[in-house]
């Protein structure tokens, strides 16, 4: 049995825990990671965005976690991956906003419901439905998953000013990428009611699926923090296409967006004013 690292044993309280002073799960302290947090499902897709930026620095690997923090512009910016789905992005939510992170910013893949959000494009997610189970851990249903309007106008000016074909919809995070995205389970698995959630959907106008911005939205307007996402769609479901592209696209449209965040956050600060908007400062 001689592959198991050594287990270090560590002891804090159970209601906050800590791992040796650093977050029990992502495994970051105070001071190694910035405010603005830009968060992939996929840590493998943390050093390709923190490759976007003028200087990157690996904060750690825990699990699903992996943390990068640098600077762009000269302004502090980290990413943390929150793997698939809401109970591991709720977990990276709590820790994160413990070590300081108040700015959150999604950067996922995104499967489409609507014929024109083609494969390769970029949806901005202005707020979701909650199918994602977890936020119904944290609040009643009918509380809404809202991005916030600065960060979401901050993604926009970010895709206009790199010249990106984009769109701003609402998405629909589900708690399985098969079933609870209308699609048959194995050697076609199917219920009867499983074709009708896409449908319904549909035409609501909802334009995606995914599988953590209701979670990330619901918990950053619970706690009074600022949440929006980016996602490149490699997927579209009306013409059963899946094609993976748009992701460093993603990137650089959110990496951006910080930049444009921390300048009108100043501009905001100097103003005296208490709620930002367009012609502040
Ligand atoms: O590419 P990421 O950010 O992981 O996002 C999407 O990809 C995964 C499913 O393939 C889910 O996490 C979904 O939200
Ligand atoms: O179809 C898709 C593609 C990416 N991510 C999802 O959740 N669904």
């Given at each position: 049995m001689g592959g198991w690292r050594a287990m270090e044993r560590w002891r804090s309280e159970a209601t906050r825990p800590q791992a040796g002073g650093v977050q029990y799960h992502i495994r970051c302290g105070p001071?190694?990671?910035?405010r603005y947090v830009l968060m992939p499902g996929d840590p493998d897709r943390v050093p390709l965005i923190a490759s976007t930026w003028d200087e990157a620095q690996p904060v750690a690997r825990h699990r699903e976690y992996t943390t990068y923090t640098g600077k762009v512009g000269g302004v502090a910016i980290s990413s943390t991956s929150t793997g698939i789905g809401g109970p591991s992005t709720a977990i990276a939510v709590e820790e994160l906003a413990e070590v300081g992170a108040d700015t959150f910013i999604r950067v996922g893949t995104c499967g489409a419901i609507q014929p024109e959000v083609r494969c390769g494009e970029l949806v901005i997610v202005s707020a979701a439905v909650r199918h994602d189970g977890t936020s119904d851990d944290y609040v009643e249903p009918a509380y809404p998953a809202a991005a916030h309007y600065q960060v979401v106008a901050a993604l926009v000016e970010a895709a206009e000013r790199l010249g990106l074909p984009y769109h701003v919809g609402v998405a629909a995070s589900t708690a399985s990428f098969h079933a609870g995205q209308s699609r048959p389970g194995w050697r076609g698995y199917t219920q009867t009611w499983t074709g009708q959630r896409i449908e319904d959907l549909r035409r609501a106008g909802v334009l995606i699926f995914e599988m953590e911005a209701a979670t990330l939205y619901t918990l950053a307007g619970l706690f009074g923090l600022r949440a929006g996402g980016v996602m490149a769609v490699v997927a579209n479901r009306v013409t059963d296409e899946m094609s993976y592209g748009g992701v460093e696209e993603s990137a650089r449209v959110a990496t951006e967006a910080v930049r444009i965040l921390a300048e009108w956050d100043q501009r905001l600060q100097r103003s005296g004013r208490r709620h930002w908007y367009p012609s502040v400062g």
């Open positions: 001071g190694q990671v910035a």
